[in-house]
C-alpha cells in the first residue's frame, strides 16, 4: 500500500493549458505539502495545510491554487501554465506540523513539462 | 534566517568504502536538521533527523550523522558503501514553519 500517492506521474501540456495534479495519503496524517523540484534539484516549498486548512504559502503565483477536500487529499490546480512551471511536483504529510520534530513523507512526484 | 551549505555537489566512491558528506547550517537558534535521500525517480525519504537530543544520530541503511555545534556542520558519514546508496542526498534544516532543503549531493558509488 502506497503511502502517499501522486497522480500522474508524467504530465506534459501547452503554454496557456489548466492542469490538476492530485495527491493522498493513507497514514491518517494531519498536515500535506506541496513542494517543487526544479531542474537543478532544488527543493521549495509551496503550500501546506493542516487539517484542511492553509497554513503556509510561499510567495506561490496565483495561477497555483491548492484544495483540500479532506485531510487525506491536497491537490493542485495550476492555470495559464508558463514554460517555467516544468518541475517535479512533490506531494508529501506528517502527522502533525510541527517542523523541528516531524518526518516528512514524499510521494514519487510528478514530471510535468510545459511545451 | 536557517540555511544549509551542502559543500560537494558531487561525490564518487568504491563500493566497500567510507562516505562522507558534507553540510554546514546557519541558524539563529537551535536548529532541528535532517538527512533526506532521493533515489532516482523517487520521492524523498527521511535517513536521519538530529532534534537536540543526542548529537550522533543514527539512521537508516548504515548512515548516521553528528551534530557539531562548534563548527556548524552535520556531515552525513556510512562504513562503508553500497552501490544501492547511489542516491541523491539534502540536507535540511527546520525554520519555524517550513523545512529549508540543501541544493543536493549527488552520491556515485563505483564497483
Known amino acids: 500500500d502506497t503511502a502517499v500517492s501522486q497522480t500522474p506521474k508524467y504530465l506534459v501540456t501547452q503554454m496557456g493549458n489548466d492542469k490538476s495534479i492530485k495527491c493522498e495519503q493513507n497514514?491518517?496524517?494531519?498536515?500535506m505539502y506541496w513542494y517543487k523540484q526544479d531542474s537543478k534539484k532544488f527543493l521549495k516549498i509551496m503550500f501546506s495545510y493542516n487539517n484542511k486548512e492553509l497554513i503556509i504559502n510561499e510567495t506561490v503565483p496565483n495561477r497555483f491554487s491548492p484544495k483540500s477536500p479532506d485531510k487525506a487529499h491536497l491537490n493542485l490546480h495550476i492555470n495559464s501554465l508558463e514554460l517555467g512551471d516544468s518541475a517535479v511536483y512533490f506531494c508529501?504529510?506528517?502527522?502533525?506540523?510541527?517542523?523541528?520534530?516531524?518526518?516528512?513523507?514524499f510521494g514519487p512526484g510528478t514530471r510535468l513539462t510545459v511545451l | 534566517a536557517q540555511s544549509v551549505t551542502q559543500l560537494d555537489s558531487h561525490v564518487s566512491v568504491s563500493e566497500g568504502t567510507p562516505v562522507l558528506l558534507r553540510c554546514n547550517y546557519s541558524?539563529?537558534?537551535?536548529?532541528?536538521l535532517f538527512w533526506y535521500v532521493q533515489h532516482p525517480n523517487k520521492g524523498l525519504q527521511l535517513l536521519l533527523k538530529y532534534t537536540s537530543a543526542a548529537t550522533l544520530v543514527k539512521g537508516i541503511n548504515g548512515f548516521e550523522a553528528e551534530f557539531k555545534k562548534s563548527e556548524t556542520s552535520f556531515h552525513l558519514t556510512k562504513p562503508s558503501a553500497h552501490m544501492s546508496d547511489a542516491a541523491e542526498y539534502f540536507c535540511?534544516?527546520?525554520?519555524?514553519?517550513?523545512?529549508?532543503f540543501g541544493t543536493g549531493t549527488r552520491l556515485q558509488v563505483f564497483p
Open positions: 541558524s539563529s537558534y537551535s536548529p532541528s
Open positions: 535540511v534544516v527546520s525554520d519555524a514553519d517550513k523545512l529549508i
Open positions: 497514514l491518517g496524517h494531519d498536515t
Open positions: 508529501a504529510s506528517s502527522q502533525w506540523s510541527d517542523f523541528t520534530t516531524d518526518t516528512q513523507y
